[in-house]
């Protein structure tokens, strides 16, 4: 099978740009700079998956999820779920060469403009024109659209109603999914969407505009070399200025080029963009070693007012778990894993706006659901499930949900010892969660079922939050007294004296981490448009020179073989 990643031993010992993470930030940075000449390397920690080898059944997906508290970890360093369990605050982020993109459901919205108006964001965010520049790029790269049939998914039904009831808008949510047979701006053939609702647990169809098939396909195709199963540890700024990036297999690879496990590479510039979690640790792990960066490091976490819930025991049938592909069920259509949102506008405050959307549980997950749900003695109902599979009885009207508001982004990350720690005392007790509870309850009220917040609860997942959105940790600002990274991504300089706004020349943090606050829709347009941005400051900081003009049909390749774009 192609790939697009090369093997380690190809890894050479000096690049003009090392990129650290292959999600939104990542996948756009590179694919930028490749197209302007320079020679790129992008380093990722998690495995490379091509199209059709995503997990389908329970133990596929279950070997894909490594699970790390405070004190121990289990699971694959290089498995596609990561999931970190805290004491006031659970995280979910994927991890593979596309990042979050490869397990997202694709959902893909602007903020509500008052979002950049507040005073967290670097005025320069909200005066050059280039963020509006920014989403148009992301949207024309990752062709966000609402499913063609919405309106018919009986999960969409299920929560228009409510809508209705509550004086809400319904809105057909757009994401970054195919909908028809297409060739991409990356030159990739992609299939239509199957409407399989498996989007959570990663496209076997090809048709997720992921960014394993948008941005990081084009950066090869313009000669970037990708690796796969290398973590980077820290970065150190050399006498001369250059960067010096210290890694280490993260899989069953060995490097190949002798030395023990570790890796040391050289490069002009070094952007990270290794997400909210693995940016922050690294430039926690740089200053421990002596790199001088703002003290507002690691401050700011944000989980995007956003949680995962059910409504459960209702009496309308809602489809919402996936079947996958090849289909578990001939014939059946679940819609692509969000199809529509609830969404509640206030004008007088930002804070209390929420949407909820019509979530899906991909299929391989479909076993354990009966399982899930008992210790909270729903006994019945999921023997009966047991019995007669989850796409009938009251698995079938099980609902998910997808909700996403705002919250006081208090969170907070320091290292414990080798362990990214991240503390927020008091984070269930966000206002957001009390308000979500109440909007969940009537959603599902409305199908007469009951609002399930955490079906988990009595493990060790605990009555925590959990979210799937981290943002923060290396937030925007003014000067390195407000902020880790100025507008356009370039770490601020402590060491530099008087001057507050001064950076570190040739280093950059592009990705969910540098967002300082929460968003209230799904995050990754604005990560890939705050990317696309710093792309322009960048061309015209070091007078470079590139397009980002779609690569032409004639050149197509097949999705499920992207190394063909080689
Ligand atoms: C189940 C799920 C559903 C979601 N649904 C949506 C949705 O519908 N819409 C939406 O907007 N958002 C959604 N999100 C969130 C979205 O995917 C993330 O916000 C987004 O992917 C973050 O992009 P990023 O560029 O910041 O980093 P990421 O996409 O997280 O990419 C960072 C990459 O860096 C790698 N990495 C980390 N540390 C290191 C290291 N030390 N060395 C090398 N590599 C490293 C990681 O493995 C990862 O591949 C969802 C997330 C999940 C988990
Ligand atoms: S619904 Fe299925 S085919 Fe469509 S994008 Fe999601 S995973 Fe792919």
């Known amino acids: 099978m192609s790939r697009l990643a090369k093997p380690v031993e190809q890894l050479r010992d000096r690049y003009d740009v090392i990129i650290v993470g292959s999600g939104y930030g990542g ?105 509006d520049d920014g989403y148009r790029r992301a949207e024309a790269w990752l062709r966000p659209s609402p499913h063609p049939r919405a309106g018919e998914f009986d999960k969409y039904q299920a929560i228009a109603g409510a809508a209705e009831k509550m004086g809400c808008q319904m809105r057909n949510t757009p994401v970054a999914v195919s909908f028809e047979e297409n060739v991409n701006p990356a030159g990739l053939i992609q299939p239509a969407c199957t409407s399989c609702g498996d989007c959570c647990s990663g496209c076997n169809v090809g048709a997720k505009n992921t960014v394993a098939v948008t941005y990081l396909p084009d950066a090869v195709r313009h000669g970037a070399e990708l690796f796969t199963e290398i973590k980077v540890q820290r970065i150190t700024k050399r006498p001369d200025g250059t960067w010096q990036v210290e890694a280490r297999p993260s899989g069953s690879k060995t490097n190949g080029k002798g030395g023990g496990d570790q890796i040391l590479l050289e490069a002009d510039v070094v952007i990270l963009a290794a997400g909210t979690l693995g940016s922050t640790e690294i430039l926690l792990r740089s200053a421990e070693a002596g790199l001088a960066v703002s003290d507002r490091l690691g401050q700011r976490f944000s989980a995007n007012g956003d949680i995962i819930a059910f409504g459960y025991g209702g009496s309308q049938v809602v489809n919402a778990i996936g079947v996958g592909h090849p289909s578990k069920i001939e014939g059946f259509e679940v819609g692509s894993s969000v199809t529509g949102q609830l969404e509640y506008r206030d004008s007088d405050n930002l804070d209390f706006e929420y949407a ?146 001064a950076i570190h020349r040739g280093l950059y943090v592009i990705d969910g981490s540098i967002i300082p606050r929460s968003l209230g829709v799904n995050p990754l347009l604005t990560i890939t448009a705050l990317a696309e941005r710093a792309m322009l400051h960048m061309r015209a900081d070091f007078g470079l020179s590139f397009d980002t003009e779609p690569v032409g049909a004639e050149q197509a390749a097949d999705v499920t073989a992207p190394g063909a774009v080689q």
């Not at 670097?122 to 050059?128: A, E, K, S």
């Not at 354990?368 to 999921?382: E, K």
């Not at 979210?467 to 530099?496: I, W, Y």
Request: aromatic share 6%; hydrophobic share 35%.
């Open 27 to 131: 996948g756009v940075s590179a694919s930028r700079l490749a197209r302007a000449g320079k020679k790129v390397a992008v380093l990722e920690r998690g495995r490379e998956f091509v199209t059709g080898e995503f997990p389908s059944r329970f133990p596929e997906l279950r070997s894909e999820l490594r699970i790390s508290t405070q004190s121990m970890s289990s699971g694959s360093p290089t498995a596609l779920y990561d999931l970190r369990i805290g004491e006031d605050i659970h995280v979910l982020v994927g991890c593979g060469l596309g990042g979050g993109s490869l397990v997202n459901a694709g959902v893909s919205l602007r903020p509500d403009p008052r979002v950049f108006g507040d005073e967290v964001w670097p005025g320069q965010l909200r005066q050059d024109g280039l963020l």
């Open 356 to 501: 909820v959307q019509d979530g899906a549980m991909p299929s391989p997950i479909a076993p354990v659901l009966p399982v899930m749900f008992l210790p909270n003695g729903r006994l019945l109902g999921a023997v009966q499930s047991l019995i007669s599979g989850v796409y009938k009885g009251p698995f079938a009207r099980l609902q998910t949900f997808f909700a996403v508001s705002h919250d006081s982004a208090s969170g907070r990350f320091a290292l414990d010892g080798d362990r990214l720690n991240l503390s927020w005392p008091g984070a269930k007790d966000e206002p957001v969660y009390e308000r979500l509870g109440v909007a969940l309850s009537k959603i599902a009220g409305h199908v007469g079922g009951s609002y399930v917040q955490n079906p988990l609860a009595g493990t060790v997942m605990g009555q925590q939050p959990a979210t799937a959105h981290p943002l923060g940790g290396c937030g925007m600002g003014s000067e390195r007294g407000d902020g880790v990274v100025n507008h356009k991504g370039q770490v601020f300089d402590a060491g530099a004296g008087q001057d507050s706004t």
